[in-house]
């Protein structure tokens, strides 16, 4: 069968729970992985995602930051729980679905400084990608392993507005870049979004709310992703990896936009 699988950087669920049921519907997701929740387990709006259609449900809430969860047409199995916030902030959270295992993930933004030792905050985001590469490294690359959310890094040069500008901004540094393709390479994964849209075309999921009219400024950055291990890249349906860029003109939306990619599983 076909899976259709999306990422969404909701910010919210509760305040976007009616963007949520309208994407579903007319995406047709049958996986939707999302990040920044804002809300603890018990104040997941359960009963919504049962009433469109996705009532198996993997919740990793925390009191009003954060926050991950996968919903799901399909039953969801258990899959290896990491632990990789030295935080401990509810940033992944994971399932099988029909035999592919879902890490899905808010990875640390990382402040404003893009330095270790005077920004805590991004040597948390350092860490926590030190701590990934090394999870993936232990796996077997033929398994069939998807990792997704909002990575907090836009790593090429046609993943941002104006990467001259960009390289000096926390999210495309040269050492976020290098950390990311690690990561990439320690796993051999496919990325599917840019497999479809190959360089030089330019791509973005994510776009400030400074701006009133996001597509009239174009300062984009692509900071949400799909990966796929090579013993799950086959699967990919050529040409299903996109990201819905009209979600981010809805009233009052997330500033991330929808990636989803099809699989056959």
Same mark, same amino acid.
């Given at each position: 069968?076909?899976?259709?699988?999306?990422?969404?950087?909701?910010?919210?669920?509760?305040?976007?729970?009616?963007?949520?049921?309208?994407?579903?519907?007319?995406?047709?997701?049958?996986?939707?992985?999302?990040?920044?929740?804002?809300?603890?387990?018990?104040?997941?709006?359960?009963?919504?995602?049962?009433?469109?259609?996705?009532?198996? =449900?993997?919740?990793?809430? $925390?009191? @009003?930051?954060?926050?991950?969860? /996968?919903?799901?047409?399909? #039953?969801?199995? *258990?899959?290896?729980?990491?632990?990789?916030?030295?935080?401990?902030?509810?940033?992944?959270?994971?399932?099988?679905?029909?035999?592919?295992?879902?890490?899905?993930?808010?990875?640390?933004?990382?402040?404003?400084?893009?330095?270790?030792?005077?920004?805590?905050?991004?040597?948390?985001?350092?860490?926590?990608?030190?701590?990934?590469?090394?999870?993936?490294?232990?796996?077997?690359?033929?398994?069939?392993?998807?990792?997704?959310?909002?990575?907090?890094?836009?790593?090429?040069?046609?993943?941002?507005?104006?990467?001259?500008?960009?390289?000096?901004?926390?999210?495309?540094?040269?050492?976020?870049?290098?950390? =990311?393709?690690?990561?990439? $390479?320690? @796993?051999?994964?496919?990325?599917? /979004?840019?497999?479809?849209? #190959?360089?030089? *075309?330019?791509?973005?999921?994510?776009?400030?709310?400074?701006?009133?009219?996001?597509?009239?400024?174009?300062?984009?950055?692509?900071?949400?992703?799909?990966?796929?291990?090579?013993?799950?890249?086959?699967?990919?349906?050529?040409?299903?990896?996109?990201?819905?860029?009209?979600?981010?003109?809805?009233?009052?939306?997330?500033?991330?936009?929808?990636?989803?990619?099809?699989?056959?599983?």
């Amino acid at each position: 069968m076909t899976l259709r699988l999306t990422t969404w950087n909701i910010n919210s669920v509760r305040l976007r729970i009616d963007q949520v049921a309208r994407y579903v519907a007319e995406s047709a997701t049958d996986v939707l992985l999302l990040q920044e929740i804002k809300c603890t387990d018990d104040q997941f709006p359960v009963r919504a995602f049962e009433e469109m259609g996705l009532p198996h =449900l993997k919740i990793g809430g $925390q009191k @009003g930051w954060h926050g991950v969860a /996968i919903a799901s047409r399909l #039953p969801l199995d *258990e899959a290896p729980s990491l632990g990789l916030c030295r935080e401990g902030h509810a940033r992944c959270v994971s399932a099988s679905v029909r035999g592919v295992e879902i890490q899905n993930f808010y990875i640390p933004a990382g402040g404003d400084l893009p330095d270790r030792v005077l920004n805590p905050k991004f040597d948390h985001k350092m860490d926590f990608y030190e701590r990934l590469t090394a999870e993936v490294a232990r796996r077997d690359p033929n398994a069939p392993l998807l990792l997704a959310g909002d990575f907090n890094i836009a790593p090429g040069e046609f993943d941002v507005w104006n990467h001259r500008f960009m390289l000096k901004v926390v999210s495309h540094t040269p050492v976020e870049i290098e950390t =990311l393709t690690r990561l990439q $390479q320690a @796993g051999r994964f496919s990325d599917v /979004i840019r497999d479809a849209f #190959p360089e030089p *075309e330019k791509l973005a999921s994510w776009w400030s709310y400074r701006a009133q009219d996001f597509r009239k400024s174009n300062r984009g950055l692509r900071l949400d992703h799909i990966w796929t291990s090579p013993g799950l890249t086959p699967a990919v349906v050529p040409g299903s990896a996109r990201i819905h860029e009209p979600v981010r003109a809805w009233e009052r939306p997330s500033d991330h936009a929808p990636v989803s990619v099809d699989l056959d599983v």
